[in-house]
Nanobody, 115 residues
C-alpha cells in the first residue's frame, strides 16, 4: 500500500499562483510516476501533469506554460506550481502515484480561482 498526503491549494484570484504538494509513503518503488489530475463539477477527471522518477514530464495542453511539475524522487514528493491561474482551473486536484502493479490516489485538494 502507498499512502499519499496532499497539501496546498485554496482560493486565489485570476492570474494568481498556488502550489500543490504530495508526499508518498509506504510500499513505494524505485521507479514510478507521480502526478496530478483534476476534476471540475460535472466533468470527468482529467490529466494535469505527470513526472517519472527519471524526470520525464507530461502536461495537459491547457496548462502548458503555466503549470510546472517537479519532484524530489529521493523522498517521493511531487509538486505542482500553478501560475497565471484562470477560473477554468477551478477543480479538485488529485495526486496520483503509479506504481509497478497498482495506482493510488490522494484525497484531493480544492483549487478555486475567482474572476
Amino acid at each position: 500500500q502507498v499512502q499519499l498526503v496532499e497539501s496546498g491549494g485554496g482560493l486565489v484570484q485570476a492570474w494568481g499562483s498556488l502550489r500543490l504538494s504530495c508526499a508518498a509513503s509506504g510500499s513505494t518503488s524505485s521507479y514510478n510516476t507521480m502526478g496530478w489530475y483534476r476534476q471540475a463539477p460535472g466533468k470527468h477527471r482529467e490529466l494535469v501533469a505527470t513526472i517519472t522518477t527519471g524526470g520525464s514530464t507530461d502536461y495537459a495542453g491547457s496548462v502548458k506554460g503555466r503549470f510546472t511539475i517537479s519532484r524530489d524522487s529521493d523522498k517521493n514528493f511531487v509538486y505542482l506550481q500553478m501560475n497565471s491561474l484562470e477560473p477554468g482551473d477551478t477543480a479538485v486536484y488529485f495526486c496520483l502515484y503509479e506504481g509497478r502493479f497498482s495506482n493510488y490516489w490522494g484525497q484531493g485538494k480544492q483549487v478555486t480561482v475567482s474572476s
